[in-house]
Every structure is written in C-alpha cells, then in structure tokens.
C-alpha cells in the first residue's frame, strides 16, 4: 500500500520557523520525485517546492525561493522541507505528493504529474 504521511505542520509567528516531513513507502523512493503543494483558503492549489529522489535535483517557486530548502534521507525514504523566515502567506494546507522521474520525468508545477499524495498538514503563521 502506498502511503505518504506529512508531519511537523503547526502554528507559528511570522519570522518563524517549521520542519515539514514526508515519510514514504510502498513504492521505490528512488525512482520518484517528491513534490510539496500548498493550498490557501479560497485559493486553488500551488507547487511550493520539489526534490528528485535519485539525483537530489530540486525546484522551488518564486514565492518561496531563498526561506524553504527541501532535501531527501533516502534510507529513511523521507523528505524535508526546512521552512524558515515564514510569512502569513504562507498559511496553508501543505501536501506532498510523488511523480515518477526518470526518462523526462520528474519534479513539475503541475499536479497532474502527481500519482500519490498524502492526507494534507496545516501550516498557520500568525502575524
């Protein structure tokens, strides 16, 4: 069974700081992407950052570029997200989800390219 469980969401002031987890299993770590999306209230879904397993490649968005740095533990088959530096923005339900990668595969902005996806976290950040 395919599983992929966030963990570490919370509330937070503004200028703080979190550490979102995203624990995987029940396919081969090394053979996907794992992404972060965030969505708002009222707002529709975004791709906040993005990791290749096998080669470490990552992806950020604009908006988060320079306060979140992704990385992977493959033995663990879990990937970060080192938030630091947070803003009200960035308030949200924060997902992770896996893409296949390989053969021009591998971290997008678009959600389609998604297979798996875990249950959701909140983030809050209070101004």
């Known amino acids: 069974e395919v599983q992929l469980v966030e963990s570490g969401g919370g509330l937070v002031q503004s200028g703080g700081s979190l550490r979102l987890s995203c624990a995987a299993s029940?396919?081969?770590?090394?053979?996907?992407?794992i992404g972060w999306f965030r969505q708002a209230a009222g707002k529709e879904r975004e791709g906040v950052t993005c990791?290749?397993?096998?080669?470490?490649?990552?992806w950020y968005s604009d908006s988060v570029k320079g306060r979140f740095t992704i990385s992977s533990d493959n033995a663990k088959n879990t990937v970060y997200v080192q938030m630091i530096n947070l803003k009200p923005d960035d308030t949200a339900v924060y997902y992770c989800?896996?893409?296949?990668?390989?053969?021009?595969?591998?971290?997008?902005?678009?959600?389609?390219?998604?297979?798996?996806w875990g249950q959701g976290i909140q983030v809050t950040v209070s101004s």
């Open positions: 989800a896996a893409a296949r990668a390989g053969a021009g595969l591998g971290c997008s902005e678009n959600e389609d390219s998604y297979m798996y």
């Open positions: 029940g396919f081969t770590f090394e053979d996907y992407a």
């Open positions: 990791i290749e397993a096998y080669d470490r490649f990552t």
